[in-house]
């Protein structure tokens, strides 16, 4: 006998008493728990989700088409970026200005070719994102074209992730399920990389990104 | 400490030690109180904690009735999502079929994410007895392997040690698993997570092999759902070729969509955040991106034995979040090395007892290792009422019943000779002499009842169902030993003298 029926056949032996037909007679899990917590404007969702952002330490920026690749620019800049990856599909305006001729940036292409070696010589990566939760400050990836392998938002050092407000934006982990596919890996993320293992003192960055800075992307945000 | 739990010693006597180690008792003390305010904080926020509750415990009973139908529906969803699903009956089996698969690979080295599972069938030592190291990577977790030592704490393993100790652990051990400590380390804590960043990440970049455990699996998707803090279970789960992931049977969930319970209830009962840093989701392979090859093993281990108690079925429920160890005033005395198991705590009190049978003075002395305060009931993010397990088990050791061992019916008789009349009172000897847990223990259920005024304490149902009495008050230890041994608890009052 295989394990497997081994296992099963435990299982069953010790469920013997219960009814099998439980499709139809067992009580339905009530799910009176709320779909989100407080009604809030698109705005002020948005706003929350600036807030829980910050809450958890990553860094939260706001701006609009326009001004987008300037300040991703600067953000490269300002952490002395030299290399940059970037997912396949991500717009290629948002990095033009980072990348204008004086600055000595590289762009690497996400790839599969790509060993978590040479990851580890990048300095920074840039995504988009699928999802953010407003009530919990997390975003969501789930390795579409503007977001890349799981790997290249883990093994850089510095992570600029961009949401399009308000659209990308659910209030809470109920709204954020049905928008995600659950055959595509995905990846939460709420805050840096962090540890409490030593006295509860909490340390940011002990193996992914030690820097998380979140773009909030409006048709006509202001930019800062 | 030798790196394995067996042949420790009844809770009574490894809990008498502990409770004189005053730097332990220290460290216990802060860091319990400390997750406890926090987490009451990250509950109070969500007005229908009460709904999700509920919500959690009846999805997790629901799979507990219908077990084997959500099993076989997640073999054929993670089958057909590209993964190689494997069965293990007991912890031997499952270690021998990890063992097999590493083999395949080739590879003498893993990485592992923190797992409880892993823990339980003790998979590192059997891994070295087959040549193969595992590198934990979990910071906690690092600390516990370097040091040579057990965890004591779910969620914080490394809880009984401070950072001196830490950072002497990684200036003497680090340089024998890997790169060294850098020279001068210091004792703040962002040094030393340096450190352990440094040392681990030449593992992450080079290892072929990732071992994990799962928080979640969805029967309907075929999903694993793996919840963190560090990044090192994002490296080991997406950087190696090949992933193993050991996990209970009972860490299925039915459907997508019952994460939004548990996605809520975890973080805030663990680690008191809204969410954790890191959660990962994966459902069989991802061409190009993650594990070529992916292998569940799926442990039994004593689970079945424990679904087939009907009172102490409900232990398959947790959800590890350690909640019930930071409000137990018997765990914050005793430290988690007491308990002789993985699982510390409340729910060590009860599961290790049942995954285990009944086997020795161990297992026999840990459903008296409460005051039956019931505080860990009232934190319990999925309602598990361990106070009535716990009396429920009680009865077991005194007066015998059916058990299921090994998947077979049994009667055990009224403990092995005087073995469990014994470890009851060693037990009771035990939290006697240290009058303050009592009185704590005491205090707690008190002010809990006072904000739960219609909760019949879990005891009190026990007890009431098994000898068909109306519903008695809630039943704190002393009024047990009282009932049960028709006498006034009496005994030294004092701590112990350190000669006993
Ligand atoms: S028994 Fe409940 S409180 Fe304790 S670890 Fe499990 S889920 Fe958490």
Redesign the pocket.
Same mark, same amino acid.
């Given at each position: 006998m295989s394990s497997r029926d081994v296992v099963l056949g435990r299982v069953r032996r010790a469920l013997a008493a219960e009814p099998r037909d439980t499709g139809r007679n067992e009580p339905p899990v009530v799910r009176d728990y709320r779909r989100v917590h407080g009604s809030r404007t698109a705005a002020q969702t948005v706003e929350l989700l600036a807030e829980n952002l910050a809450d958890y330490r990553a860094v939260v920026h706001r701006s609009d088409p326009a001004g987008l690749p300037a300040l991703i620019a600067r953000l490269l800049a300002d952490r002395g970026a030299r290399s940059v990856v970037v997912p396949r599909g991500l717009p290629a305006s948002w990095l033009e200005a980072a990348l204008a001729a004086s600055s000595g940036l590289t762009r690497i292409e996400d790839r599969a070719a790509l060993t978590p070696a040479e990851l580890d010589a990048v300095d920074s990566v840039v995504t988009g994102c699928a999802v953010a939760i407003a009530e919990t400050g997390t975003l969501v990836l789930d390795a579409g074209p503007d977001q890349g392998r799981r790997r290249i938002t883990l093994v850089p050092d510095h992570h600029v992730c961009v949401v399009r407000v308000p659209d990308q934006v659910v209030g809470s982990v109920p709204q954020a399920l049905p928008r995600l596919a659950p055959d595509r890996p995905l990846t939460w993320i709420s805050g840096p990389s962090a540890t409490s293992d030593i006295e509860l003192d909490r340390v940011e960055g002990v193996h992914g990104p030690r820097t998380l800075e979140v773009i909030l992307l409006s048709a006509s945000g202001q930019s800062g | 400490m030798s790196g394995t739990y067996l042949g420790m010693p009844a809770f009574p006597r490894a809990a008498d030690v502990s409770t004189r180690d005053t730097r332990l008792r220290a460290n216990l003390t802060h860091a319990t109180h400390t997750i406890r305010d926090k987490r009451a904080a990250a509950v109070a926020e969500l007005d229908d904690w009460a709904q999700l509750r509920a919500a959690g415990a009846a999805v997790k009973d629901r799979v507990l009735r219908r077990l084997d139908h959500y099993l076989e529906q997640l073999e054929a969803a993670v089958t057909a999502a590209g993964g190689q699903v494997h069965w293990a009956a007991d912890a031997e089996e499952a270690n021998r079929i990890v063992t097999a698969l590493v083999r395949e690979t080739g590879e003498r080295e893993v990485v592992k994410v923190k797992s409880m599972a892993t823990q339980e069938i003790g998979l590192n030592q059997a891994l070295e007895d087959a040549g193969i190291r595992a590198y934990e990577t979990d910071l906690a977790e690092l600390i516990v392997q370097l040091g040579d030592d057990l965890p004591s704490h +779910?969620l914080v393993p490394a809880i009984h040690r401070n950072r001196a100790e830490i950072r002497d652990i990684f200036r003497r051990e680090m340089g024998r698993w890997g790169r060294p400590a850098p020279e001068g380390l210091s004792d703040s804590p962002a040094e030393l997570a340096e450190a352990a960043r440094l040392h681990l990440r030449e593992k992450f970049l080079s290892a072929k092999v990732g071992i994990s455990g799962a928080n979640f699996m969805v029967a309907e998707t075929g999903t694993l759902v793996v919840v963190e803090s560090e990044g090192n279970g994002r490296m080991c789960l997406t950087l190696p070729e090949t992933l193993i992931s050991v996990v209970g049977i009972e860490k299925v969930v039915p459907t997508w969509q019952d994460l939004e319970i548990f996605l809520q &209830?975890l973080p805030r009962? /663990?680690t008191a955040e809204r969410m954790n840093p890191y959660t990962s989701t994966w459902t069989g392979t991802t061409d190009g991106d993650g594990p070529r090859n992916f292998h569940l093993v799926l442990l039994d281990n004593g689970r079945t034995d424990t679904l087939a108690d009907t009172v102490g079925r409900q232990?398959l429920? %947790? +959800?590890? %979040? /350690? !909640? %019930? &160890?930071n409000v137990c005033p018997v765990y914050e005395r005793a430290g988690g090395h007491a308990y002789g198991s993985p699982?510390p705590? #409340?729910?060590g009190a009860? &599961?290790t007892p049942q995954l285990r049978g009944m086997q020795g003075p161990l297992e026999e002395s840990l459903p008296y290792a409460s005051s039956l305060c019931g505080a %860990?009931y009232e @934190?319990? #993010? @999925? !309602?598990?009422d +361990?106070p009535e397990v716990l009396v429920h088990l009680r009865e077991r050791v005194v007066e015998g019943g059916p058990v299921t061992r090994g998947g077979t019916r049994t009667v055990v008789k009224p403990a092995r000779g005087h073995a469990a009349e014994r470890a009851a009172m060693r037990a009771a000897a035990w939290t006697f002499d240290h009058p303050g847990v009592l009185r704590r223990g005491m205090r707690l259920a008190a002010r809990t009842r006072r904000l739960h005024p219609r909760r019949l304490p879990g005891p009190g149902r026990a007890w009431s169902r098994t000898r068909a009495l109306p519903a008695v008050p809630a039943e704190s230890f002393r009024d047990w030993w009282r009932r049960t041994r028709g006498e006034s608890p009496s005994g030294p009052t004092g701590e112990r003298g350190a000669g006993e």
């Open positions: - | +779910i &209830l009962s /663990s232990a429920r %947790c +959800i590890r %979040c /350690s !909640a %019930c &160890l699982y705590g #409340p729910i009860i &599961l %860990c @934190v319990c #993010p @999925v !309602a598990i +361990i």
